[in-house]
């Protein structure tokens, strides 16, 4: 093959994918996940996922076994230890309305709340992937929405991007681990990660983990983190998923943040969702 046909040759054969926006999001076709799927194909999703961040499939009637077998296809399964669990699969978590309502109102007055946040960042490595199915949906409303992390970081000023670097921020789910009767401390990230497979620089805040920039004071750390979530809510840089039945959404937990629209009064939504492992970055020293 010439270096000019290689160039043209479509990057995937074995799935169809159409980009959804021009930063983030794609819709994956042509595959049936409730069959085990070839190493080819799989290789081909995640680089759909490194390339567009999250991906989604329609009209995949998947059963919570199928569900878990396609997402250990990308590695380890996490067990979260404070969700709610399937009775029968321990690493399906009930992503449930009902239980996010009992907890939503707790808060910290110092630190900004707001939905936009990443999976098990309060972890020391985070798990890298999540594959969410839709189970019980509204009529109308409980779309999800990601968010292009490396976009958000690429829009910022030089000067700002000159702030950040050295700064880190806490990611801190005390509360909801003392429930369980689990003592972990707070984590701090740096609020620009390296994506370790793109290279990529991203903006990497949990803004539902009562985030605060280490070494600053409250009103410092709340004016730069203000100015990353402004960046969050940037239209631009989002994808805006419209869940039905048998959809499945896929992303990468490192490279994009998400937001859970709770606008459907108090329908019992709930979404299944499977954490992937990462590999471990830091051993225990
Ligand atoms: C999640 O935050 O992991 C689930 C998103 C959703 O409920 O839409």
């Known amino acids: ?28 076709s042509g595959v049936d996940l409730r069959q ?8 081909e999703i995640k680089k759909a996922i490194l390339q567009y961040k ?22 380890p399964l996490y067990t979260h230890p404070n969700t709610t669990r399937d009775p029968k699969i321990a690493s399906i978590h009930k992503i449930s309305a009902v239980d996010f309502s009992k907890y939503e109102k707790l808060g910290d007055p110092t630190a900004i709340n707001a939905g936009f946040h990443t999976d098990t960042s309060w972890r020391l490595v985070p798990t890298w992937g999540a594959v969410l199915r839709a189970v019980n949906l ?29 700064l880190h921020v806490t990611h801190d789910f005390r509360d909801a681990l003392n429930r369980q009767g689990l003592d972990y401390p707070i984590v701090a990230h740096p ?15 949990n803004f539902t983990q009562k985030p605060h920039i280490i070494g600053l004071d409250i009103a410092e750390s709340k004016a730069i983190l203000s100015q990353i979530l402004d960046e969050y809510r940037r239209p631009e840089i989002q994808v805006r998923f419209s ?9 990468d937990n490192r490279a994009a943040v998400h937001y859970a629209v709770r606008n459907y009064g108090d329908f019992p939504r709930v979404l299944d969702r ?12």
């Open 138 to 166: 509204p009529e109308v409303g409980g779309d999800t929405v990601w968010v292009d992390g490396a976009a958000a970081y690429n829009h910022l000023s030089d000067d700002f991007k000159k702030r950040l670097e050295g």
């Open 36 to 43: 085990p799927i070839s190493d080819a194909v799989r290789d």
């Open 274 to 285: 499977i954490l992937i492992q990462d590999e471990r970055q830091y051993a225990d020293i």
């Open 1 to 28: 093959m010439s270096a000019a046909q290689e160039q043209t040759k479509p990057s995937h054969t074995h799935i169809g994918v159409k980009p959804l926006q021009p930063h983030i999001g794609a819709e994956i």
């Open 191 to 205: 609020i620009v990660k390296t994506h370790r497979e793109t290279s990529e620089k991203i903006l990497w805040v």
């Open 54 to 75: 999250v991906v989604f499939f329609r009209d995949q009637d998947l059963s919570p076994e199928q569900h878990a077998a396609f997402a250990e296809r990308f590695g």
């Open 243 to 251: 869940w039905r039945p048998g959809s499945i959404a896929f992303w």
